[in-house]
């Protein structure tokens, strides 16, 4: 497994960007009140209008905190690979794949790093290549979760679910969920289709199945969440 960077209330210790097909992967509990050295309060001045637009659509609280959090701390990551302030990192969206319009891959402008972020329920997941990459973590999905999507995901994936005891699918389907859309973001791709998707068939089993051109890996995560990590192929 890929080893997991923690960041937390100090100013965090960033090495060099890995080469190759290479990623540094970070998690942050995003209640705590202080992220990488700045304040969680203050989170929105040092978020460009487009974050802070699109904190203010959040209408749970407990949603608006996390997306807050987890932009302080990708800033903050962001700002020490590329060296500079948090708030003069600038984000930019890459064209999408599918429809060539301006809501692709997040980017920085100018490039220098490939970035990707996830979060829930409290936790979030960042991962940072020289080459396009994706990360995503999920909680457990429930027992009805598993049902729903069972039919809208690869039919060997099906396949492999099914086959299991009734207590072991919602491990085998996070599995799943967590791989694909790692390797949706790194793509582009992202959310277009549904979070579950057919192909590419990435598996259930404890190792992902492999993906011509890209390097999928599962990530340590708590227990009732899955991660997973996705780099393109150098």
């Given at each position: 497994m890929e080893?997991?960077?923690?960041?937390?209330?100090?100013?965090?210790?960033?090495?060099?960007?890995?080469?190759?097909?290479?990623?540094?992967?970070?998690?942050?509990?995003?209640?705590?009140?202080?992220?990488?050295?700045?304040?969680a309060d203050g989170a929105e001045a040092l978020l460009d209008e487009g974050e802070r637009k699109r904190a203010a659509r959040l209408v749970r609280p407990g949603d608006r905190r996390t997306y807050l959090a987890s932009h302080l701390g990708l800033r903050v990551l962001l700002g020490g690979y590329l060296g500079t302030a948090p708030e003069e990192v600038r984000l930019?969206?890459?064209?999408?794949?599918?429809?060539?319009?301006?809501?692709?891959?997040?980017?920085?402008?100018?490039?220098?790093?490939?970035?990707?972020?996830?979060?829930?329920?409290?936790?979030?997941?960042?991962?940072?290549?020289?080459?396009?990459?994706?990360v995503d973590v999920e909680g457990l999905p429930s027992s009805k979760a598993v049902a729903d999507i069972l039919s809208s995901?690869?039919?060997?994936?099906?396949?492999?679910?099914?086959?299991?005891?009734?207590?072991?699918?919602?491990?085998?389907?996070?599995?799943v969920w967590s791989r694909k859309e790692a390797y949706l973001k790194a793509t582009g791709t992202g959310l277009a289709y549904g979070v579950a998707v057919a192909e590419p068939f990435v598996g259930s089993g404890p190792?992902?199945?492999?993906?011509?051109?890209?390097t999928l890996r599962d990530l340590p995560a708590p227990p009732e969440f899955a991660a997973a990590l996705a780099v393109r192929s150098a």
């Open positions: 080893e997991l960077n923690q960041l937390g209330g100090a100013a965090p210790r960033i090495g060099d960007l890995p080469t190759g097909s290479g990623a540094v992967v970070w998690s942050l509990d995003t209640t705590l009140g202080v992220i990488g050295g700045h304040a930019v969206r890459e064209d999408c794949p599918n429809c060539g319009g301006p809501h692709g891959r997040p980017a920085v402008a100018g490039g220098g790093v490939h970035f990707s972020l996830s979060h829930s329920h409290g936790l979030a997941y960042f991962a940072f290549a020289a080459v396009p990459v994706g995901l690869h039919p060997a994936e099906a396949a492999e679910i099914t086959a299991l005891p009734e207590d072991g699918r919602r491990v085998a389907l996070a599995r190792a992902p199945g492999r993906v011509p051109g890209w």
